[in-house]
């Protein structure tokens, strides 16, 4: 099957893709604010100047989300990679929370940890520009092409697959995908069935067997705050007064600009392992499809809640949000206090005409409550 139309760039079609980006305006004033200090000529040639997915990332990514995490967090954590072997190739699937920084700092901390980082899915409707694609596919993405029709999207899901068990078996890559499609904005994390009906597309196998081939890793990824967390109360409003809102491309750029910028507290990545031996288990015991896909989902999502890394803010917010004191010895009143000012602060970034600040207080609770939930 030709990958061509999805799989992220070849060493030998760098030098045309980079030097598409060095003249694209739009492209080097980004840029410019990520590195201030360096004139837009010398990063121009500096862009020419890779000849590698990986040296891209290492020289000009890795820089800039260290100096993330030095900044914006609290510390980035990565755990379970001892229950990986370092000679096998993993899809991990995830919770998804932040548009862009989810598999970047995934990706960060396997630099640290002498890994080679993984090539990464992203939806077609967040190549808002052209050179957003060109940026993605530089940086070792595979693109969810999101198709209209039926067919198309039973082929696309196909080519999707297969590109995933190609990536993992044959090309010698892991690779990264979110269990459902667009962020989980109540942090209600719950793995799409269609995912892992996609998955089993990827073989002329059974179900299990297709699934296994993927060797798939539950990812659980914890951000103790989320800059974002306004952006998604507002929608929640947005949609509940008007049934038909949609985001728009201004929208879906603010929040990746947000995400980035903003202040996130702790960070913590936590690899369950592999699961395709409980996969195999599972259908060992059920006959019906639509049952063991059911199955799949859940044991992916108990894989992701048991790793959850729980904040004192999860506590707060659980407790304020049901009118109890479950979690009341695991935080002081002054920092039931300051979570209180910060959600305050939040709602006030919200800039709607009909403001609704108590419908808006329980959208912005339920994010910090809900992986206790």
């Keep these: ?31 410019s604010t990520v590195y201030p200090l360096l004139p837009k000529d010398v990063l121009r040639q500096r862009l020419k100047s890779f000849t590698s997915n990986t040296e891209f990332q ?8 260290q100096y993330l995490e030095s900044n914006l967090t609290k ?29 970047a700092l995934l990706c960060a901390k396997l630099i640290e940890n002498n890994r080679d980082t993984v090539e990464i899915a992203i939806g077609d409707n ?17 693109i969810v092409r999101r198709s209209p029709g039926a067919k198309q999207m039973m082929e696309s899901s196909r080519m999707l697959a297969s590109y995933m068990r190609y ?27 269609s995912l892992l009906k996609m998955f089993n597309l990827c073989g002329d196998g059974s179900y299990a067997e297709n699934l296994s081939a993927l060797h798939i890793c539950p990812l659980s990824i914890s951000y103790e705050y989320d800059p974002c967390d306004f952006l998604k109360a507002k929608e ?9 809102y949609k985001k728009t491309a201004q929208d879906d750029l603010l929040n990746m600009q947000t995400g980035v910028m903003g202040y996130k507290g702790k960070v913590v990545y936590s690899i369950a392992g592999e699961i395709s031996a409980e996969i ?24 992701i809640y048991r790793n959850y890394e729980i904040f004192t803010v999860n506590k707060i917010a659980y407790d304020l949000l049901l009118q109890s004191e479950k979690y009341a010895a695991g935080y002081s009143l002054m920092e039931k206090l300051d979570f209180e000012k910060y959600l305050e602060k939040q709602i006030e970034k919200i800039d709607l005409q009909d403001k609704d600040v108590d419908f808006l207080r329980i959208k912005l609770l339920e994010m910090y409550a809900n992986p206790l939930r």
């Design 280 to 303: 195999r288990s599972l259908a060992s015991v059920i006959s019906n499809r639509n049952e063991l896909v059911a199955a799949t989902a859940r044991l992916i999502d108990n894989h």
């Design 1 to 31: 099957m030709n990958f061509d139309a999805i799989r992220p760039y070849s060493n030998n079609e760098l030098p045309a893709a980079l030097e598409r980006l060095s003249q694209n305006k739009q492209f080097l004033n980004v840029l």
């Design 236 to 244: 929640f409003q947005q949609k509940r007064d008007n049934p038909d």
């Design 58 to 65: 290492k020289v000009m990514i890795y820089p800039f989300l």
């Design 75 to 103: 510390g980035i954590e990565l755990r379970g990679l001892e229950r990986l072997a370092a000679d096998r190739q993993y899809l991990y699937v995830s919770n998804h929370r932040d548009i862009i920084l989810d598999s």
């Design 167 to 193: 990536l993992v078996n044959d090309k010698g890559q892991s690779g990264w995908i979110a269990q459902r499609e667009g962020r989980a904005k109540d942090s209600n994390d719950k793995t799409q069935e």
């Design 126 to 142: 967040l190549l808002i520009f052209p050179w957003i694609e060109d940026l993605v596919r530089v940086n070792k993405s595979f």
